[in-house]
């Protein structure tokens, strides 16, 4: 069995994903073993294929990569993937990274970069593309730690905890004296001051926030 580190490409966008291919199938150590046209297709083919590490665009017409990564993130919180984008704005390095995006890499990047990007994050680091401005990147961890202090109460981090970890309604109730009325009102209002949708979304912004660990949710 070959022991090279198995690689997911998934870009709406055939030529690139032929591009992308090669480049990968030319690194040693690596070997593309599966191919997808939209974020729906990502987690399915990563399960199928198992796969080491994931290469995703963030914008497709469907699925985009941001709630593909979601999806990914909720069932396997240890899979790296890295995010293809044209854009080096604050606002879309921000979003991956709170989905849960190991590295950001720009489609415009020399190819080595690809090359350092996986190196990074199979070895539990994260990677941004160097033409990321410093100005974005320090914006980006100035508004992070901001939103991280302010946007919520103590007691909706600790509801948001409870939450991420899985417990139901009634077990938060219970657990932090209050009533299963009061923990749906912190939870509405967590998921409208976090623009989160679901429970995916906030087990995604727990871990990148450390409010809770990936071990806590494993057990």
Do not use: C, W
Not at 25 to 42: I, K, N, P, T
């Amino acid at each position: 069995m070959s022991d090279k580190k198995r690689v997911v490409l998934v870009d709406d966008h055939t030529l690139v994903r032929a591009g992308l291919r090669a480049l990968i199938d030319d690194l040693a150590g690596y070997e593309v073993v599966g191919e997808g046209s939209d974020g729906a297709e990502a987690l399915p083919l990563v399960l199928a294929q198992q796969a080491d590490v994931l290469v995703m665009d963030i914008s497709m017409p469907r699925v985009s990569g941001i709630d593909a990564m979601a999806l990914v993130r909720a069932q396997l919180p240890r899979m790296p993937v890295i995010i293809l984008s044209m854009h080096a704005t604050r606002d879309y390095v921000l979003r991956a990274i709170r989905a849960g995006a190991s590295a950001y890499l720009l489609k415009e990047a020399a190819e080595n970069e690809l090359e350092l990007a996986l190196n990074a994050v199979l070895s539990g680091q994260q990677y941004l593309s160097p033409k990321i401005s410093s100005t974005v990147i320090d914006s980006l961890l100035q508004g992070e730690a901001q939103a991280t202090s302010d946007t919520l109460t103590a007691r909706q981090r600790e509801v948001l905890r409870l939450l991420a970890l899985g417990r139901g309604t009634k077990e938060i109730a219970f657990e932090l004296e209050l009533s299963a009325k009061t923990v749906e009102s912190h939870r509405a209002q967590i998921m409208e001051r976090l623009s989160i949708r679901d429970v995916a979304g906030l087990v995604v912004y727990a871990i990148q926030h450390g409010i809770i660990n990936i071990e806590e949710r494993s057990h």
